[in-house]
């Protein structure tokens, strides 16, 4: 007969005292940017309508692009991004952790350096997020963001397609559809923003720049969508604590 623990001192010593849900930290943690976004466009048309959808062309316009609503709401706008930061690093070693079971070395890289590089370009647009629209350092700043973003999204993407077999877990069937409806949504409104982008450019069309506009917040919102499938694809997986281990995360 194998009676039950009364004490601490009952417990066998590989027990873990802390037992922290990754998943629960990356729904949290990734729950910010598109709550934040959607705050600062509602903001942003509140108190700076007229500043933030001025352009150079002097049409009609009724939504302010990302950039001018990040040099808006500078303040709240590197909140978010260094609140997130932690985040992204976390998951940046999650998934290299992920990608050496089931993608080669090559694959796994290239989908990790088109995260980070986005990852960087996400930061060193917010320290100088006041910086002009039309300054050079500005468009390379958002063009890398954009280009990065669109590499990770479409390498990690197409990589875990090719491995579907292995996704058997609900929890990994909810992550991959959910990917592959933010991926189309995602690469559609790509492709949408940047004609709108080119029509006002070239013609100045009125309310183009508010097509390119909405567009850029889908867009946005797909990404952040995405990262935030991560609490999905990390279900499982625990930071836990014990007396003979120290801090260790369970197996992937």
């Known amino acids: 007969m194998k009676l039950l623990p009364i004490s601490g001192k009952d ?36 108190t700076d309508f007229e500043g933030s959808t001025y352009t150079s062309c002097g049409v009609l316009n009724i939504l302010p692009s990302v950039s001018a609503i990040a040099r808006s709401q500078v303040l709240g706008w590197k909140l978010v991004t260094w609140t997130l930061l932690p985040f992204r690093l976390a998951i940046a070693c999650l998934y ?6 089931i993608f080669t070395r090559c694959l796994g890289c290239l989908v990790l350096v088109c995260f980070v590089c986005e990852s960087l370009s996400t ?6 997020v006041d910086i002009s629209g039309d300054s050079m350092f500005h468009k390379v700043s958002v063009l890398s963001i954009w280009c990065s973003s669109f590499g990770y999204i479409g390498t990690s993407f197409v990589c875990l397609k ?23 949504v995602y ?20 309310l183009a720049y508010s097509c390119f506009a909405f567009c850029e917040y889908i867009v946005s919102w797909c990404l952040m969508g995405y990262l935030w499938t991560s609490a999905l694809d990390f279900y499982p997986i625990y930071l836990c604590h014990d007396a003979q281990h120290g801090y260790f995360l369970t197996d992937i």
């Open 11 to 46: 417990l066998p010593a590989n027990v873990a005292e802390l037992r922290v849900s990754i998943a629960r930290l990356l729904f949290y943690g990734f729950a910010i940017p598109p709550i934040g976004l959607t705050y600062f466009i509602m903001r942003t048309m509140w």
């Open 96 to 101: 290299w952790r992920y990608y050496k079971h």
């Open 123 to 128: 930061v060193v647009m917010a320290l100088w």
């Open 162 to 184: 090719r491995h579907q077999s292995l996704a058997i877990e609900p929890h990994q069937q909810l992550s991959y559809m959910l990917k592959r409806k933010l991926v189309f």
């Open 187 to 206: 690469f559609s409104g790509t492709f949408t923003m940047w004609f709108w982008y080119l029509l006002h450019t070239n013609f100045c069309l009125p």
